[in-house]
């Protein structure tokens, strides 16, 4: 079967569970911080992927993974994904889930470049104006680059607002050559 179809039918499993026991945000949460440590562990995925770590470890390892998540939910899905050998399909699960309750929550991922730290007032105004456009709530991830010089990019969905120094200086030189 393909680890697509594999993936969005575990995450769709694991949020209807999560619903029904009231823990969606909390499940959401442990696979947020599980996503990020794959992404700071690459090797994590291949320990969970190793046919000789016993069952008991590959728990700990999701389990410490996740933050250590408190939701019974989460704990009870690794359980679930352990005994049917599912493991190693774990990372396009989170991703799955992911988008899932971004999508049932109305969420929008929000992505801002600054090139040094803003204030939180300024960081809410951007957050306002972005969901009043997309009429969602506004999840932000806020970047700091130095090499945009100054002003800010700013992308959400499929749009992109580049209105840095940087970005202003690639459009000039295109122009001029």
Do not use: W
């Not at 993936?7 to 949020?15: G, Q, T």
């Not at 470890?57 to 933050?67: E, I, M, N, T």
Request: some cysteine; aromatic content about 8%; glycine content about 4%.
């Amino acid at each position: 079967m393909d680890i697509g179809i594999v993936s969005s039918r575990y995450a769709k499993a694991l949020f209807k569970f999560a619903a029904a026991h009231q823990q969606t945000d909390s499940v959401y949460e442990g696979i947020k911080v599980l996503r990020d440590s794959f992404l700071r562990v690459p090797r994590l995925k291949v320990a969970l992927g190793d046919p000789m770590l016993s069952a008991e470890k590959q728990y700990r390892l999701l389990h410490v993974a996740s933050g250590q998540t408190e939701s019974k939910c989460l704990q009870e899905f690794f359980r679930l994904l352990i005994k049917n050998r599912r493991v190693a399909v774990m990372p396009f699960i989170v991703n799955s889930y992911i988008e899932l309750y971004r999508i049932e929550k109305n969420i929008v991922q929000c992505r801002l470049t600054v090139p040094s730290q803003l204030g939180s007032a300024t960081i809410d105004r951007l957050k306002a104006v972005v969901e009043k456009k997309t009429q969602k709530t506004v999840d932000f991830a806020l970047n700091i680059d130095p090499a945009i010089i100054g002003g800010f990019i700013i992308e959400y969905d499929s749009q992109c607002l580049d209105a840095s120094v940087a970005g202003q200086l690639r459009q000039l030189r295109k122009q001029i050559v």
